[in-house]
């Protein structure tokens, strides 16, 4: 499974990563896969936390018992079935009938991917600008370029996005002509951060996009994986207007049914499901039909329970290592929900050229330039808690932590740590083994 | 499950339907869906037909034995287990290893819409031309709309697209400067006339497209569903290059696993990975999953026996029917698979102007001009015999021929019968009752 996930991220972040080239990543990725290497760099849900045969035996039913319509086609936007569930699940976050969320303007999609991708396709011409936060989900930046459009990335402190930046972004924008289209933004337990923008600044981000004339894509796969109560209000829950709310089954059931969502204005729900059906034809009934029985027959509160102790104990057992182990100079967020650390490293690491040399020394994350779509992030990595267990985590720490050390050593010796080829040459003087890149 | 089916189409199809309102159309298949209806407007499987025990039984096993590995994320090409397995029924077409068909360059996509849609996305570029026969899948011409793309019908007869047509079609383009960008063809069984490619015609189109530099989109979703032995080779088994060969499991196992696949070139396999991760990040794995346990475990080589069988028997009740009561100056395709026949009404009657009072007789179908980009097809109609039993079919036509006489016997009083309105007003005097709108 952590093969799986890593193979998975390959291909995308290899297209991403600038300096190694796309075979020298996917072998990476390949070596990185194995069992013996501890991975902090997937964002897969830990699906062993779930009822499995109490799923099995619902998805069975769902065969041989409603087959003729589970494993029919059906309406391009998604049944009103699982549209009413999943207004109930968004009202747990303050999103329901009060500020206008309704079955109707809910658009069923394959995952939180094909919702944004959709949202993208409305929406963005080339040359297009779209505003994120800088980092941001590497699947939405892969969406953004497709669509030929450009990400003017918008900085975040520990309280997420800085309004008085998003501010500047868009005057600068305008000065220079170019058209932005929406802001996108993942406000609560954010990929690949962790941070939330805080309630004070939400209010402050939907009050300079109305200005602006702006519509906000609120990206919300996690905020219901909050290990320290209740995040603030969804962006959505608090204008019912120019706000796209899209959110996924992916961390709270099963990224492997793909089903996610879009809850849109009512004014371009026609538009989306015209979309959809273009692109899809139809969700999957079976999918469908899975979460609806899901959510509607089995535990699913006390679950996302389950998975918010779960994970609250790996995020501990990663912030109490790194406390532990990390070189001096190393800083790094708290999330208060989520999958994600981010941590930036000392002066002069440079996350990538180190990554073969972490593989070899069997741990693996995500270098951060992937999350930027303008090259930046050198120094910087994404750390996930969500599926290793706690003691594989406080391993790979330790692990990570000592190829820094070494990283940090090499560069008093030879200066600096160059990209990947440098990086290699150093290994003959090292305690480090070059990684298998056959 | 028949409400579904025609739920489904009534979206995609109101908006391809010029003279009707959206909601007037809507109004239309919500009564056609009724029970008493019978509908020969679906395009469904019969999935009744499958052994649903023994799928669900195995589809349980799925989640509960198998659940960290099909409920977890998974790779943008699709699981290698589904991949093999797909060029294990291509094979059987003829598309095999002999002519380069290799799970390398098989993509797994979201159902067949997907695939059309992936290819569209790779290649299309706002105000190129495809090729097309006429009439076509109106899911097509709905990708081909997104993409701003605009659709040139190439004639068929009886022995599908014309050659002859198409070498004109391709000059008169080039001519006229204008950009194409692929022919798009169901070369088998087509939807929605049934007629198949002949065995010479395929050289023919294959050549001229090899000579005009035209890449070739063989969707082929029905070819594995004939009933007077096997159908011509596909294009793909006949060249290696230069076409795509677009299928899916959704009419011979499941459309609603939503499970389908392009046998790319290999020189753009990889782009279209690329646009399947931006688009959906990675096909469900627990589909996936299921159809390659499907097709490793279970019977699925005699379940297409079954189909075939199941599908000739009421291909000959319509057959039979249509000969029996069709008016005079009535003609149709004789499909040898697939689930489509094309029907062409005596002269001067309008399909769609019709299709109230065919509704209100309790018989549905779809109106012609929807499967044409360019408006015309108005005395065409499509007729489904794969869902609905011999009796149920044989009963929609008795229906459908009363309707015919008295639409002509109206053209004889009235001169002619003109549109949605006018045929409303016909009614006062015709014994047939008003439908529902409400």
Same mark, same amino acid.
């Not at 790979?396 to 990209?419: H, K, T, Y």
């Given at each position: 499974?952590?093969?799986?996930?890593? #193979? #998975?991220?390959t291909?995308?972040?290899?297209?991403?990563?600038?300096?190694?080239?796309?075979? $020298?990543?996917?072998?990476l990725?390949?070596?990185?896969?194995?069992?013996?290497?501890?991975s902090?760099?997937?964002?897969?849900?830990?699906?062993?936390?779930?009822?499995?045969?109490?799923?099995g035996?619902?998805?069975?039913?769902?065969? &041989?018992? @409603?087959?003729?319509?589970?494993l029919?086609y059906?309406?391009?936007?998604?049944t009103?079935?699982?549209?009413?569930?999943?207004?109930?699940?968004?009202?747990?976050?303050?999103i329901?009938?009060?500020?206008?969320?309704?079955?109707?303007?809910?658009?069923?999609?394959?995952g939180? *991917?094909?919702?944004? #991708?959709?949202?993208?396709?409305?929406f963005?011409?080339?040359?297009?600008?779209?505003?994120? $936060? %800088?980092?941001? +989900?590497?699947?939405?930046?892969?969406?953004?370029?497709?669509?030929?459009? *450009?990400?003017? @990335?918008?900085?975040m402190?520990?309280?997420?996005?800085?309004?008085?930046?998003?501010?500047?972004?868009?005057?600068?924008?305008?000065?220079a002509? /170019?058209?932005?289209?929406?802001?996108?933004?993942?406000?609560?337990?954010?990929?690949?951060?962790?941070?939330?923008?805080?309630?004070?600044?939400?209010e /402050?981000?939907?009050?300079?996009c109305?200005?602006?004339?702006l519509?906000?894509?609120?990206?919300?796969? +996690?905020?219901?994986?909050?290990?320290e109560g209740?995040?603030?209000?969804?962006?959505?829950?608090?204008?019912?207007d120019?706000?796209?709310?899209? &959110?996924?089954?992916?961390?709270?059931?099963?990224?492997?049914?793909?089903?996610?969502?879009?809850l849109a204005? @009512?004014?371009?729900?026609?538009?989306?499901?015209?979309?959809?059906?273009?692109?899809?034809?139809?969700?999957s009934? +079976?999918?469908?039909?899975?979460?609806a029985? +899901?959510?509607?027959?089995?535990?699913?509160?006390?679950?996302?329970?389950?998975?918010?102790?779960?994970?609250?104990?790996?995020?501990?057992?990663?912030? #109490?290592?790194?406390?532990?182990?990390?070189?001096e100079?190393?800083?790094?967020?708290?999330?208060?929900?989520?999958?994600?650390?981010?941590?930036?490293?000392?002066?002069?690491?440079? &996350?990538?050229a180190?990554?073969?040399?972490?593989?070899?020394?069997?741990?693996?994350?995500?270098?951060?330039?992937g999350f930027?779509?303008?090259?930046?992030?050198?120094?910087?990595?994404?750390?996930?808690?969500?599926?290793?267990?706690?003691?594989?985590?406080?391993?790979?720490?330790r692990?990570?932590? %000592?190829?820094?050390?070494q990283?940090?050593?090499?560069?008093?010796?030879?200066?600096a740590?160059?990209?990947?080829?440098a990086?290699?040459? %150093?290994?003959?003087?090292?305690?480090?083994?070059?990684?298998?890149?056959?």
């Amino acid at each position: 499974m952590t093969g799986t996930t890593l #193979d #998975d991220y390959t291909d995308r972040y290899a297209r991403r990563v600038r300096g190694m080239t796309a075979s $020298e990543i996917r072998a990476l990725f390949a070596v990185a896969s194995r069992p013996e290497v501890v991975s902090l760099a997937g964002g897969a849900p830990y699906i062993a936390a779930l009822p499995l045969d109490a799923v099995g035996e619902m998805l069975g039913r769902l065969g &041989s018992e @409603h087959g003729v319509t589970t494993l029919q086609y059906g309406i391009g936007q998604g049944t009103l079935e699982l549209r009413e569930r999943i207004c109930e699940v968004m009202a747990l976050s303050g999103i329901d009938a009060g500020c206008g969320a309704s079955p109707e303007d809910v658009v069923v999609t394959v995952g939180g *991917q094909q919702a944004l #991708d959709l949202v993208a396709r409305l929406f963005l011409d080339p040359g297009d600008v779209v505003l994120a $936060e %800088g980092p941001t +989900y590497v699947g939405a930046l892969g969406v953004f370029q497709a669509a030929q459009a *450009q990400v003017a @990335h918008v900085p975040m402190d520990a309280d997420g996005l800085i309004p008085e930046a998003l501010e500047a972004a868009i005057a600068d924008l305008a000065r220079a002509g /170019r058209r932005v289209k929406f802001l996108y933004t993942i406000p609560t337990y954010q990929n690949p951060t962790g941070v939330t923008l805080s309630e004070e600044r939400r209010e /402050r981000v939907l009050d300079i996009c109305e200005r602006a004339g702006l519509l906000v894509v609120e990206d919300d796969p +996690y905020g219901q994986l909050g290990f320290e109560g209740d995040a603030p209000a969804p962006l959505r829950a608090r204008r019912r207007d120019g706000v796209f709310y899209l &959110s996924t089954f992916s961390k709270t059931f099963a990224p492997g049914l793909r089903v996610g969502w879009i809850l849109a204005p @009512h004014a371009v729900r026609d538009k989306l499901v015209i979309a959809n059906e273009a692109q899809i034809l139809c969700p999957s009934g +079976y999918a469908q039909a899975a979460v609806a029985t +899901y959510l509607g027959t089995m535990p699913w509160r006390q679950q996302l329970k389950v998975y918010r102790e779960v994970y609250r104990e790996r995020r501990d057992a990663l912030l #109490d290592a790194m406390a532990d182990l990390m070189p001096e100079g190393t800083s790094w967020t708290t999330p208060a929900g989520g999958l994600f650390v981010w941590a930036t490293l000392p002066e002069g690491l440079d &996350s990538k050229a180190m990554m073969p040399r972490a593989v070899a020394a069997r741990v693996a994350y995500v270098p951060g330039t992937g999350f930027y779509a303008d090259g930046t992030g050198t120094g910087t990595m994404r750390l996930n808690f969500s599926f290793p267990p706690p003691e594989r985590i406080r391993e790979g720490v330790r692990r990570l932590a %000592g190829v820094m050390e070494q990283e940090i050593a090499m560069r008093r010796v030879f200066g600096a740590v160059g990209g990947g080829a440098a990086g290699r040459r %150093g290994q003959a003087g090292s305690d480090v083994p070059g990684p298998d890149l056959a």
